[in-house]
């Protein structure tokens, strides 16, 4: 049985078009407030630059800028690879919509060698997944029932100074790990300012950019197990405010760091 | 008399392409070890969106990718804006050089509005300016020598395990701070593997995102004096590594948030 995740982030090739580009189709399980959840549609480009014939390696980085909402229904995913260099490739990305362009974006793949490593900073140190119960968001966040959000911080059920959320998050049903459902995982915070409000607010994501530092191997080590994901925001201000997050995975393997930039909107304007 | 720094980022419109193309040409003065600084060509981008006719407000975002080395001379920057909302714009950007494309990014421009306003995390609490010593970085560094730089922690004297640095930072000479300046700060730290080692290593940036938090009434404040910077990797490995960074201005306003990814080799490749 396919996974909800892989066909919503199912592509389809277009031959007529002059540069490489492909057909996604919104799905309804991913919808947020306004528009699809921006975590699938980062997702589906990350999956469609994978699948593409000359793509190089993994992905290392993507930057993904909404312009306008999405609606409903098809849109189409532009891709080129502007540059291949020995170990890395560089793209760019444009997603239209009934002719007008609604995203933008550029993505970096590359190959991994091995080299000196090391970790700094702590992975969060989280009760058992099990031990920590499951909390679900309200009906008209759609895309929300395909995760398994278990907040040991920084659920939405009171206001908080701090905007910092970490859970433990996987894809409902478990499903195992991929780079487009990280990349979707990167997205996954709800906006701090319902945090730091206690309720909803009209917000949206204006960029979000995501580093990958898993490699294949370590995704296959995760699996379908739960990852540590915690997220923050740092200023708030004239209409807009960062988060930085990561996604921490089993043995404190440090998956992914990401950086977004959100519009939001008060009762004040 | 003209900052090198607006010599460094200036440039002149092209009549004849067919996008709006603006020629710029590398500065000796903003050197790195192999072709400019990241953080100059990065600046003139912003320089550039800024100084366009139909440009909307100031700069939210930016992301460039470095896709291949600047070589000495002329370089082509093409600007798109790919969509003009009520408060924000939208815009994607190619370098050229030799018909080459060497860098490509985005950028979201808007206007700022009073919203409810937080800051989060701390400034961090550094001696007076005036009582922390300056320090160069060796000679092959040019760029560098355009700064004022004072290390609390993290200078590059000693091999380190914590790869965050964090330092009093100024244009040099002194120069009312601007976005464009601030955008070549959110640069100017040394690749965080430099300070694990204790050592120069080849390594150089290969997507940089900067988000921008400050207005023009505060960067208006802010005027000459030195800013606290402070950045730290996160993980290392596999030839890459995270940065992630802060600039605070006086008052402790956090003026800019900057995410990138770094390319590196060691003795082992």
Redesign the interface.
């Given at each position: 049985m396919t996974h909800v995740f892989d066909e919503a982030t199912t592509v389809e090739k277009l031959d007529s078009a002059d540069r490489y580009t492909v057909r996604a189709t919104t799905h309804p399980a991913y919808n947020n407030m306004v528009g699809p959840f921006g975590g699938i549609t980062a997702a589906t480009v990350v999956r469609a630059v994978s699948d593409h014939p000359d793509v190089l390696g993994d992905p290392?980085?993507l930057?993904i800028?909404f312009?306008?909402p999405i609606a409903e229904g098809e849109w189409e995913l532009a891709l080129e690879a502007?540059?291949t260099?020995r170990?890395?490739q560089?793209w760019?990305f444009?997603i239209g919509q009934n002719d007008?362009?609604?995203a933008?974006?550029?993505a970096?793949f590359?190959v991994?060698?091995?080299?000196?490593?090391?970790?700094?900073?702590d992975a969060p140190q989280l009760p058992p997944v099990d031990d920590v119960p499951a909390t679900d968001f309200p009906d008209f966040i759609a895309w929300a029932r395909n995760y398994d959000k278990r907040f040991v911080t920084g659920s939405l059920e009171a206001a908080s100074d701090?905007?910092t959320s970490t859970l433990w998050l996987r894809d409902e049903p478990p499903r195992p790990l991929d780079f487009p459902a990280l990349t979707s995982m990167t997205d996954a915070f709800f906006p701090r300012?319902f945090l730091?409000?206690g309720t909803y607010m009209p917000a949206g994501t204006?960029?979000l950019?995501t580093?990958f530092?898993a490699?294949r191997d370590e995704l296959a080590a995760q699996g379908a197990n739960s990852v540590r994901a915690t997220a923050?925001?740092?200023?708030?201000?004239?209409?807009?405010f960062?988060q930085?997050g990561?996604i921490w995975g089993d043995a404190d393997v440090?998956l992914a760091?990401t950086?977004q930039?959100v519009?939001?909107?008060?009762a004040?304007?």
């Open positions: 290392l980085a930057t800028n312009a306008a502007i540059r260099n170990t890395n560089h760019t444009t007008q362009i609604v933008t974006g550029t970096v590359g991994r060698r091995e080299t000196w490593a090391d970790t700094e900073g701090d905007s300012v730091r409000h204006i960029s950019t580093y530092h490699t923050r925001g740092t200023r708030f201000g004239n209409g807009h960062d930085y990561q440090l760091t950086h930039l519009y939001y909107k008060d004040a304007q």
